[in-house]
């Protein structure tokens, strides 16, 4: 029976029983790799969940970037609502690595903002690993990067007891033992405070206190309590406590670590000497040097990590602990958990490529001095690493890329969506009056080949206005596809003072100004948004009746097949979808595109037909996030809010308080746009307080 509990409210559907099947027939047959191609709105997610439910071992799905990492850790939630579904992504907000430029001999410090709920959430990722096996892990690629030895985090863990004998003083020591700090003040994740014969904890992945109380030498009871009001939310009979640090090693490893640093430090002195790089020489001797005495003394330094192959004892050139490290292994060694890689055309290439760029720049730092030559092994893993430590591995994508294809033992299509919509009708427009194409190429039969007809075109922009004019009318909503920024922009105003309501999007525009434009455009505050290559994977509007594809015939990234496979997916949330790609020539991209595009068109049309469904455009509900924090900012950044002004005049610390524990109640649920607002309207009340 499977440790995992699939909600009952979702029944798979459309292709989804089909693929299933066969991805847990493959996995049974022991295939190493298989690819899922499914369409986009055709529930890839749901199927994977039925994958894992079936499997029944803990999952690694890896996502290319955090947004993404995050919608997918709130699917999965719903869809095991009862199992341990963690998010596991870097914990900066900010982040600038330690950097050296030769050619103008500028050396960039490390500088780093940590965002202390993600990195709880980390801890938390971790502490399931070791302790259940009905856990989903969702990360992004930050998943290959050092983490520390899962044998010393699992080692330095240690349970409390009702009853267990111990005093106050041996519990302080062993919490600082595993890096937990003490405090006087309000407590936070990862520190204790003691007041009396009681010991007030905050586990370092949880945003609720441990009230331990010893009375004759044994701990009497453990009382969990909220934070901010102080309420008591229930009694433990026992607890675990996990270090609060992932990086880890005991006192005799430490001894045996800096033996090593020191010889290494002579050696790479003596071989700057023999070069004349006195400078270097110097420099390196410092650092290391104080380096050491931190060590030494409290166990930790800033930047531990570039001595984690000293510290760990692994040799030269050997690959670092990961998270994939605290997943399980069989008795003989073998990974024993399931690996989805989402969206995986794109999620490979980070995978394959973040190792080369990290050497080059470690390297540069190791030969002026900044660091020891074994810092080059604190590093992401290579690919061939990352595959030996996985295990069966399931590619989901749209179009996944030669590499899934060539390599997969079995390749699963999900053509058919449980709503009954069919990919978007496709129409080859020309850019410019002179252009040639005017063909409709369609999945009824239409041909394919571009006409000399081009009466009634006056050009792309011309006719995407008039397109959108029409779209307009029936209260749906238009995309237009540009090449760059500044032409988005620039289409943007002029469709502006064409009297079409229009609003450019794109990577510059901050993450909740994004938010805040897209939940506009779904209400229909304004009918027509154009971007550039934000509007692929993963965006969901199904508002969208038609998508304008500028300059479609220019090749390159953007306009390549998988792009453009990827732009269409977006008019298929709606039942009127279409597509018109503008063009002067049909490059081999687009043939590809229209290709694969008519072929999924002509599968779903006759599944329809044969079972009496009527495609309907997905009715999704519009979360209005944007204007909800935006109020909230108003509220405790501004002070224009009575309810808050009231707070803060009589309390300011209980307001802060208060948004601390909306912001954590925000995190725990992967609503980081919030959380990230909340924050900022902590930040704010500090400073007002002159904190």
């Known amino acids: 029976m499977s440790v995992f509990k699939l909600s009952k409210h979702f029944t798979p559907a459309g292709d989804q029983p089909k693929a299933v099947s066969a991805l847990t027939k493959g996995l049974k047959k022991g295939f190493k790799k298989q690819t899922l191609l499914g369409v986009t709105g055709s529930g890839k997610t749901f199927t994977m969940a039925n994958i894992i ?65 993600i990195d709880r959430l980390r801890h938390a990722s971790t502490q399931a690993l070791m302790s259940r096996r009905d856990v989903v892990i969702v990360a992004s690629v930050s998943c290959i990067y050092g983490l520390g030895s899962p044998e010393e985090y699992r080692k330095e863990n240690f349970e409390i007891k009702v009853g267990d004998s111990t005093d106050r003083q041996e519990l302080i020591k062993r919490l600082i033992s595993i890096h937990f700090e003490r405090t006087n003040a309000d407590i936070n994740p990862g520190e204790f405070r003691s007041i009396g014969s009681r010991v007030e904890i905050m586990p370092v992945s949880e945003r609720y206190v441990l009230n331990v109380d010893i009375n004759d030498g044994k701990i009497s009871n453990i009382i969990v309590v909220d934070p901010v009001s102080q309420k008591i939310i229930g009694e433990e009979k026992s607890v675990f406590l996990f270090p609060a640090k992932h990086f880890l090693t005991e006192k005799s490893q430490r001894e045996r670590a800096i033996k090593i640093i020191k010889k290494e430090l002579a050696d790479t002195l003596k071989k700057f000497e023999k070069e004349g790089k006195l400078l270097e020489a110097d420099r390196l001797k410092r650092r290391t040097n104080y380096d050491m005495a931190m060590i030494r003394e409290v166990g930790y330094c800033s930047g531990i990590e570039n001595y984690s192959r000293p510290l760990s004892g692994r040799p030269a050139g050997a690959a670092p602990d990961t998270l994939l490290s605290y997943f399980p292994k069989t008795k003989d060694g073998k990974p024993d958990f399931l690996t989805i890689i989402d969206e995986s055309h794109v999620t490979l290439p980070q995978l394959r490529g973040m190792q080369a760029g990290d050497f080059s720049r470690k390297k540069t730092l190791v030969e002026h001095g900044f660091r020891l030559p074994s810092a080059v092994d604190n590093r992401p893993l290579n690919f061939k690493e990352f595959e030996e430590r996985i295990g069966e591995v399931i590619y989901t994508s749209a179009t996944p890329s030669e590499l899934e294809m060539t390599t997969s033992e079995q390749i699963v299509e999900q053509i058919i969506r449980p709503t009954g919509l069919v990919d978007p009708e496709i129409t080859i427009r020309p850019i410019s009056a002179k252009g040639v194409y005017g063909a409709k190429s369609s999945a009824e039969g239409a041909d394919d080949r571009p006409t000399h007809s081009q009466n009634g075109y006056r050009g792309q922009i011309e006719d995407f206005m008039t397109e959108t004019k029409k779209v307009t009318a029936k209260g749906e909503r238009s995309i237009a596809t540009t090449l760059t920024k500044k032409m988005a922009e620039e289409l943007s105003t002029y469709l502006k003072d064409q009297g079409i309501k229009a609003e450019y999007l794109h990577s510059d525009i901050k993450t909740i100004d994004r938010i805040k ?175």
């Open 53 to 117: 439910a079936n499997e029944g071992k803990p999952t690694l799905v890896i996502a290319h970037n955090k947004t993404l990492a995050a919608q997918l850790a709130q699917e999965y939630k719903e869809f095991f609502p009862e199992n341990a579904v963690h998010y596991f992504v870097s914990y900066y907000d900010y982040y600038q690595p330690e950097a050296y430029m030769p050619v103008t001999d500028t050396y960039i410090e490390k500088d780093a903002q940590i965002n202390e709920e």
């Open 517 to 691: 434009i897209l939940s506009e455009f779904r209400r229909g505050t304004f009918d027509c948004l154009v971007g550039v290559n934000l509007l692929r994977e993963g965006l969901d509007l199904p508002e969208v009746s038609f998508i304008g594809i500028l300059d479609a015939d220019k090749e390159g990234f953007l306009r390549s097949a998988v792009s453009l496979i990827q732009t269409i997916g977006r008019a298929a949330r709606n039942s009127a979808g279409r597509v018109t790609l503008y063009a002067d020539i049909e490059t081999d991209s687009m043939k590809k595109a229209i290709g694969e595009t008519n072929r999924r068109r002509v599968i779903q049309i006759a599944y329809n037909k044969e079972h009496g469904i009527t495609p309907t455009t997905i009715k999704k509900k519009i979360h209005d996030i944007a204007e909800h924090l935006e109020s909230n900012h108003d509220k405790s950044v501004r002070f224009n809010l009575s309810i808050d002004e009231q707070i803060f005049q009589k309390n300011p610390k209980k307001l802060i308080k208060l948004k601390e524990k909306e912001m954590s109640i925000a995190v725990k649920e992967l609503d980081f746009e919030s959380a990230a607002i909340l924050r900022d309207e902590i930040l704010a009340l500090k400073n007002k307080l002159g904190e």
